[in-house]
């Protein structure tokens, strides 16, 4: 008997272990493919969304330029008020009347950004906790406030928003230590490349000059001498152009930080040998020039469709029993799920690696996950939206510290002064968190490549990603089986009443 079991079992070992040679094997070629991408010389993508965004940069610039100047020491000074004559209603004023309060949220939003930077690598964990438990507690208080200036409007969104976040963080409480560990490790991977942080403060001061310029022109609409409809107008177009401006830095730095973390990781350290030469200085210029359009294109819809995503996510898994809510969720759900295969932040990686459009680096990142199974570990983690937490908490002290000096100067403007220099403080604010966001896109992705790439790096980590991957992939079979075996039954039902 023992004979005859011996050569099936030599032949089942044989097999397995040709098995393992083959996915070892093929890892090596995708792990060279990867590495040799990079040195290639490359194509320009998705030129078309380069062109508009320069032309609306352009534009844009001498538009906020002109508003700004109108106003500067002198009313009228251009004399366009005579456009506006149907929609005089306001006391105008002054641009350098305005122009020092948006400085002071310029000052506090670079400060929290640059503090949010120095502080990640000691006290990642504590101030990611307080990102998520006082933005909710923040958001209600301000409404309160907001309900008793009479501003019933703000006073009911910021009310909705600190109610749809607690439902938000009830529903994804369980996930949170694994979330903290992955950004433990991202910030432990990012204090190792001391010349990426440098970058990320030279950002910092590109944004601000940006922001001299654009706080400039919102300045003299808040003077100018509109009534409050038409300068709601102009200040929500600005603010439109400047959440886009602001998206395309983050994302440029989303690219640099995420494609030196992956040259890293897959070449075994920055030390190594095989390591490209001035990777960090391709990676910049890589992003600035050839892939500038993808990073264009990419942060025009990446950002509300994460958002609408996790929303769902979170309210889906706290539906219970309510088979009708449950079917029409699943809907929106699965439409979000084929936008995000097209428009996610992982194709950044692809992007700062391969140099492909975005529209294919999302694809292809996508269906490497899918491949892999490693999707159902990146749909567990929680980092972007804890991240996105911490941007928005920053937006709303900005915002605060804009909006009482603004109370004492000019009390009729403090929310459309207030709501303006958040939008300011949470890109400054985002851009310290797009680094942290940069290093776990890459990690994910060089786990779903090859996950030795992680357990050479950290094997302890890797054992966690490893185990939490095993539990949730048992957790989707479980899961798929109990709808199943509940439809059979359905089935059966209906027959036996129909007999």
């Not at 940006?210 to 300068?231: E, I, P, Q, T």
Request: proline content about 1%; charged content about 15%; some cysteine.
């Amino acid at each position: 008997m023992s004979d005859s079991e011996s050569p099936s079992s030599s032949y089942n070992s044989a097999s397995n272990s040709a098995e393992e040679q083959n996915v070892s094997i093929s890892r090596r070629s995708r792990n060279g493919t990867y590495a040799l991408s990079f040195e290639q010389s490359r194509h320009w993508r998705d030129v078309f969304w380069l062109a508009i965004f320069m032309v609306h940069l352009v534009g844009l610039g001498f538009v906020l330029g002109v508003l700004g100047l109108n106003r500067f020491k002198k009313n009228d000074r251009l004399k366009i008020d005579k456009y506006t004559n149907r929609l005089i209603e306001n006391h105008h004023g002054l641009t350098e009347y305005y122009w020092p309060l948006y400085a002071v949220a310029g000052g506090v939003g670079t400060v929290l950004g640059w503090t949010w930077l120095l502080l990640l690598g000691h006290q990642v964990t504590q101030m990611m906790k307080v990102s998520v438990h006082l933005l909710t507690t923040y958001l209600a208080v301000v409404s309160v406030f907001c309900f008793w200036a009479k501003q019933i409007f703000w006073g009911i969104a910021f009310a909705t928003g600190a109610a749809l976040l607690f439902l938000y963080v009830i529903a994804v409480i369980d996930r949170l230590p694994f979330t903290m560990m992955v950004l433990q490790k991202a910030v432990k991977m990012l204090w190792s490349l001391p010349e990426v942080m440098r970058v990320a403060y030279a950002f910092t001061v590109v944004m601000l000059l940006w922001m001299a310029l654009w706080s400039f022109g919102a300045a003299g609409v808040v003077a100018s001498s509109m009534g409050d409809g038409g300068r709601w107008w102009l200040l929500v177009v600005l603010s439109i152009s400047l959440f886009w401006t602001g998206a395309v830095l983050c994302n440029t730095l989303h690219v640099i930080v995420s494609g030196m973390v992956f040259l890293v990781l897959i070449h075994g350290g920055q030390e190594a040998s095989s390591m490209p030469s001035n990777s960090l200085i391709k990676s910049l210029q890589h992003a600035v020039t050839t892939s500038f359009g993808s990073i264009c294109y990419g942060s025009l819809f990446t950002a509300a469709i994460r958002t609408l995503r996790w929303e769902i996510r979170g309210f889906r898994s706290k539906i219970g029993g309510n088979e009708c809510l449950l079917c029409c969720v699943d809907f929106l759900f699965h439409l979000v799920e084929t936008l995000v295969r097209f428009f996610n932040k992982y194709a950044y990686v692809q992007i700062a690696v391969s140099g492909k459009s975005f529209n294919c680096s999302a694809r292809d990142a996508w269906e490497l996950f899918q491949s892999t199974g490693v999707e159902a570990l990146v749909a567990y983690d929680c980092s972007g939206a804890v991240l996105l937490m911490g941007s928005l908490l920053g937006g709303m002290i900005t915002g605060t510290c804009a909006g009482v000096w603004t109370w004492f100067r000019s009390s009729d403007k403090v929310i459309m002064v207030g709501s303006t220099s958040l939008l300011m403080g949470m890109i400054l604010v985002g851009l310290a968190m797009v680094v942290v966001e940069g290093a776990v896109t890459s990690i994910y992705i060089c786990y779903a490549v090859d996950p030795l790439l992680i357990q050479r790096w950290d094997t302890e980590f890797f054992n966690l990603m490893s185990e939490t991957l095993h539990q949730r992939l048992q957790h989707r079979s479980a899961r798929a089986a109990e709808v199943l075996t509940h439809g059979r039954l359905d089935g059966h039902v209906q027959s036996s009443l129909a007999v």
